[in-house]
C-alpha cells in the first residue's frame, strides 16, 4: 500500500498573495544573507556591550568585560559547529536530552548552590553551571517536536504539549527562578499559535493568570473579564456548556488562589519587587533603589547620551550589579536615546529574520524550533527592558548578549546555532 504523506502544517505567519510581490524582493535579499545577519548582529550587540560593562567595572579588579567577550567569543565558535548538524540527528536524541535535563533540575535541587535566596546552580570543577538556562533549549526542542507530530485540531489538544514542559517548569519555578519560568510560558504559549492555536483558545489558556494579576491590581475588572472568557469558551470550544462552566470555576479557583500563593508560594523578595514595582518610593533606599537609579540614570543620557565610559551613574555604581540584569540603563546612559533606540532595531532585525527563517522552514519541526526561540529572545527583550524602565517587575531575566553571564550567553549562541542550521538548507518556497 502507498503511503500517504501528512500534509505541511499550516502556520498562521503565511504570507497572503496580496504580499507576493514584496516577498519576492525580500527573498532576493534574504537568500544571500541569512547568515550574516544571524551571526553579526548578536556579536555587534555583544561587543557594545562589553565596552557597557567595562564602564560599570572600572573600580573593580575583576576585569568582566574581558571574559564576557571571552565567552562569547567561545560560544560563538560551539554555535558555528551546532550550525552544521542537521536537526534531524538532534530530534532522534531528544529522550536522553530531556531526561538529562530534568535530572540536571532535580540534581539542583540537591546538591545545587545557592545565591541571591536562590538556589540555581551546580559547581562543576569550580565553574557555576545553572541548568535552568539550557532546560530552555530542552523545552524549545521538545515542544517542537511533540506539536510536529500532534496538530492543533481541538482544545484537548494543547493538554499533551503542556504536560511535556510542567515537569521542567515546576522544577525551575521552585528553586525558585520565576523568570525562567515565566520563559517557558511564553514559549508555550506562542509555540502553540505557532503549531495552529485558535486566538481564542490562546486567551483562554493563559486568562488564570490574567485574573490572578487583576485580582491582585484591579479586583472591579474581574466583574467584565470572567464572563469574557466563558463566553470565548462558549463560542470557541465544541462541548460549549461544559466548557462554559469549567473556564469560569477556573477563574473564580485562580482568584481564589492569590492570596495563598502570594504568601506561600512566593518568597519574600519577590513579593517585595512586585510591590514595590507600582511604588518604588516606598522604600527608595531599600527595594525600590534599583528600579528608581535605573530610570534617573537612563534619563540623565538624554538625547545623544553622555558618551561611552563617561557616564557618572555608571563609573560611580549608583545601579547594584549593574552589568548583569540592568546593563541597559548603562546604555541609556551613555548613548542615550539614539543608542537605545539603534539597539531596539537590531534586536527587532533578529527578531524579523528569525521569523522568516521560521516562515520558510522544510519541516514542521524546524519551524517550530526557530519559533520557539524567537519567543524566547522576544520576551526575554521585552521583559528586562521594560524592567529597567519602570514598567514591569524586577524579574532576574537579562538582556541577550547585552548582560554578563556566561550560561546565558551560551545558551543564546547555542540558540542562534540551531536557527542557523535551519537557515543554512534550502528554503521551502512560500505555499501561497
Not at 300 to 311: M, R, Y
Amino acid at each position: 500500500m502507498r503511503r500517504t504523506r501528512r500534509p505541511k502544517m499550516r502556520l498562521p505567519f503565511t504570507l497572503r498573495k496580496s504580499w507576493v510581490r514584496e516577498d519576492r524582493v525580500y527573498r532576493r535579499w534574504f537568500e544571500g544573507r541569512k547568515d550574516v545577519l544571524i551571526w553579526s548582529i548578536p556579536l555587534t550587540i555583544t561587543s557594545i556591550s562589553g565596552i557597557l560593562i567595562a564602564s560599570t567595572q572600572r573600580q573593580a579588579h575583576y576585569v568582566f568585560w574581558l571574559e564576557h567577550w571571552t565567552t562569547a567569543l567561545a560560544s560563538l565558535e560551539i554555535g558555528l559547529l551546532l550550525a552544521r548538524v542537521p536537526l534531524k540527528r538532534l530530534q532522534e536524541k531528544l529522550n536522553g536530552l530531556y531526561i538529562f535535563t530534568i535530572a540536571s533540575l532535580i540534581a539542583v535541587r540537591l546538591i545545587g548552590t545557592s545565591a541571591l535566596g536562590a538556589q540555581r546552580w551546580i559547581s562543576i570543577a569550580g565553574v557555576h553551571v545553572q541548568p535552568s538556562e539550557f532546560a530552555k533549549i530542552t523545552v524549545i526542542l521538545t515542544l517542537a517536536s511533540v506539536l510536529s507530530d500532534n496538530r492543533i485540531l481541538r482544545f484537548t489538544d494543547i493538554l499533551f504539549p503542556s504536560a511535556t514542559i510542567a515537569i521542567p517548569w515546576l522544577l525551575v519555578f521552585i528553586q525558585p527562578d520565576l523568570g525562567t519560568s515565566l520563559v517557558f510560558g511564553a514559549i508555550l504559549v506562542v509555540m502553540l499559535f505557532w503549531a495552529g492555536m485558535r486566538i481564542p483558545w490562546m486567551v483562554i489558556l493563559i486568562s488564570p493568570l490574567v485574573t490572578a494579576i487583576l485580582s491582585a491590581l484591579l479586583p472591579v475588572t474581574l466583574a467584565i473579564w470572567i464572563p469574557l472568557c466563558g463566553f470565548l469558551a462558549y463560542r470557541s470550544l465544541i462541548w460549549k456548556r461544559t466548557a462554559l462552566v469549567l473556564t469560569i470555576a477556573v477563574q473564580i479557583a485562580s482568584f481564589l488562589a492569590v492570596p495563598i500563593i502570594w504568601m506561600h508560594g512566593l518568597k519574600s523578595y519577590q513579593r517585595d519587587r512586585l510591590i514595590l514595582f507600582m511604588d518604588p518610593e516606598k522604600d527608595p533606599l531599600g527595594g525600590g533603589y534599583h528600579l528608581l537609579q535605573s530610570k534617573i540614570g537612563i534619563g540623565s543620557g538624554q538625547f545623544f547620551g553622555t558618551g561611552f565610559l563617561k557616564g557618572d551613574f555608571t563609573r560611580l555604581q549608583f545601579v547594584p550589579e549593574q552589568h548583569t540584569d540592568f546593563i541597559f540603563s548603562a546604555l541609556g546612559e551613555e548613548t542615550g536615546f539614539i543608542g537605545s533606540i539603534c539597539l531596539l532595531i537590531c534586536f527587532g532585525t533578529l527578531i524579523w529574520n528569525l521569523v522568516e527563517v521560521a516562515r520558510r522552514a522544510r519541516t514542521d519541526f524546524e519551524s517550530l524550533m526557530v519559533i520557539g526561540v524567537t519567543a524566547m529572545l522576544t520576551f526575554e527583550i521585552i521583559v528586562n527592558i521594560n524592567m529597567t524602565i519602570g514598567l514591569g517587575p524586577i524579574t532576574g531575566i537579562p538582556l541577550p548578549w547585552m548582560s554578563y553571564g556566561r550560561c546565558a550567553m551560551l545558551v543564546n549562541f547555542l540558540s542562534l546555532g540551531l536557527c542557523a542550521s535551519v537557515a543554512r538548507r534550502n528554503q521551502a518556497p512560500s505555499s501561497w
